[in-house]
């Protein structure tokens, strides 16, 4: 079965520092991969996602996730994170053994301070 | 995207009783999902709702606690019956975009649900 794991629990960066958020899945075959969002009080919605090409994908508001097949990644990177970008974010993945069946990751709660 | 809409936004409810969640959308669409965020945990997936077919249940959860209804392409209704507490949670909905062959879902605003 597949499975994503998000190492990081709990983020606290400053303003104007860089982020990077590690997410690693477990199965092996064709994998659709995906960041969500959720801002304090709102919905969740798509940050990125990741189907094939190009595995640098780039997402609104200056995100970006680089899918290595080798390491089973999908980390999630800003260069410089604002105080606007405090949320809980949350890496999913479907895979092609795993039919429409979304998984995702524990989620990563990020504290951007002023 | 689609937009969705789901009702009631939050309710509190006695344990024995039942609620039903409505989860609508502007779109016609053929694949919904039911999804469970409980505090502090991710979500997991309930059960996918088609239109015109029994709804598929996930590992550990039944059609007796969690029944499903899908009378058409944009609407579906979740209902949690005979709750106790540990059912207090947010319910989400989701639908599936297919556009461009690209499977992508997206997520309405969510039922948050205390059971005292």
């Known amino acids: 079965a597949q499975s994503v794991s998000q190492h990081n629990h709990h983020v606290i960066l400053s303003e104007a520092a860089s982020l990077e958020l590690g997410c690693n899945y477990s199965?092996?075959?064709?994998?659709?991969l995906f960041w969500y969002v959720q801002y304090p009080g709102q919905h969740l919605q798509l940050l990125l996602k990741?189907?094939?090409?190009?595995?640098l994908v780039k997402g609104i508001k200056g995100f970006e996730a680089e899918f290595i097949k080798s390491k089973f990644s999908f980390n999630l990177r800003k260069p410089s994170v604002q105080w606007s970008d405090t949320a809980e974010y949350f890496c999913?993945?479907?895979?092609?053994?795993?039919?429409?069946?979304?998984?995702f990751g524990t989620g990563t709660q990020l504290k951007v301070e002023l | 995207s689609a937009v969705i809409s789901q009702k009631p936004s939050r309710d509190i409810c006695q344990r024995g009783t039942s609620l039903t969640i409505q989860c609508q959308v502007d779109?016609?669409?053929?694949?919904m999902f039911w999804y469970r965020q409980q505090p502090g945990q991710s979500l997991t997936l309930i059960a996918t709702?088609?239109?015109?077919?029994?709804?598929?249940?996930e590992s550990g959860f039944v059609i007796d606690k969690f029944p499903i209804s899908r009378p058409n392409l944009t609407f579906s209704t979740l209902t949690v019956s005979n709750m106790s507490p540990e059912d207090s949670s947010i319910y989400l909905c989701?639908?599936?975009?297919?556009?461009?062959?690209?499977?992508?879902?997206?997520f309405g605003p969510g039922t948050r649900l205390l059971v005292l």
């Open positions: 999913a993945v479907t895979s092609s053994g795993g039919g429409n069946k979304l998984t």
């Open positions: 199965y092996g075959g064709t994998v659709n």
């Open positions: 709702a088609n239109q015109g077919s029994e709804a598929t249940y």
């Open positions: 989701s639908v599936e975009d297919r556009r461009q062959g690209i499977k992508t879902q997206y």
């Open positions: 990741y189907f094939s090409g190009d595995p």
């Open positions: 779109s016609q669409v053929t694949m």
